[in-house]
């Protein structure tokens, strides 16, 4: 089997492939751009993918193909129904980054939520060694107990969160974006009661009709001025201006940011111009790819690759 993985630096350089030689020759590329990707899969038996698009022109380039793995849940990037249609299998992998997901959203909200940033730089600024009191109180936080939080997009991910945030002793209830999870141990609200009740807002929903553009700023005007905004399902479901707006106009307590709607996001990015820059928290799309979670994900790839050649 012929196996190329066409861009293999967004699992990092730092995570091992061995798992995928046992299945044929690997050929890997850190990045493939279009121009490449024809020559590159021509003779491939498997294409291995993370972002990299396969529409019809792409999947008949490749007259051997017989698999494609996806490196991530999604497959959007993929035409699945052309795919289908020559008889070429596509497995994704899910599951494997719960964890980080759910680590990375209380770490960006508590960060958010205790002013670390600031806390931090008042220290190392030198300004703390002036003090003439041991402490200093020019940013305040408040205890996450007793809080209501409020989940949108109960699946896997917003359950664990859903379960964490119950640990601290915060009160949880949730929005079901598909108007099908049914979770007893939390109240299921209506967007609209849950944007107005919450302190904090976690979002764990995928993108799609229903979700797109979810929270603009006739939302974001509902939520309370401490309201905090916590965003690690999709980029598009935050409508990205009208939350910089809202930052900058004070309507909520701030906001921490994993996903964009076009990533990398470019240098003129409305989250780049906010004025309130210690009221938002941004990342790179990174919350989902602990060392652990892309191992996993590696493993689970291979996985998959020996069902297939099993079947």
Known sequence: MNIVFLDADTVGKDIALTPLEAYGALKVFGTTLPSALPGRIKNADIIITNKVVLRQPEIDAAANLKLICVTATGVNNIDTAYAAKKGIAVKNVAGYSTESVVQSTFASLLALMNNIPYFDYYVKSGAYSTSPIFTHFGHTFREFAGKSFGVIGLGAI??????????????????????????????????????????????????????????????????????????????????????????????????????????PIPDSHPYLCVKNKQKLILTPHVAWGSVEARTRVIALTAKNIENFIQT
């Not at 859903?162 to 598909?178: E, P």
């Not at 929270?215 to 980029?235: D, E, F, H």
């Open 158 to 263: 917003g359950k664990r969160v859903a379960g964490v945030a119950s640990a601290f002793g915060a009160n949880v209830s949730y929005y079901s974006t598909s108007g099908q999870n049914k979770y007893p141990d939390y109240p299921c609200l209506s967007l609209a009661e849950l944007l107005r009740q919450s302190d904090m807002v976690s979002i764990h929903a995928p993108l799609n009709e229903k979700t797109h553009n979810l929270i603009g700023y006739a939302a974001l005007q509902t939520m309370k001025p401490s309201a905090l905004l916590v965003n690690m399902g999709r980029g598009g479901i935050v409508n990205e201006a009208d939350l910089a707006k809202a930052i900058d106009n004070n309507l909520i307590g701030g906001a921490a940011i994993d996903v964009y709607e076009q990533e």
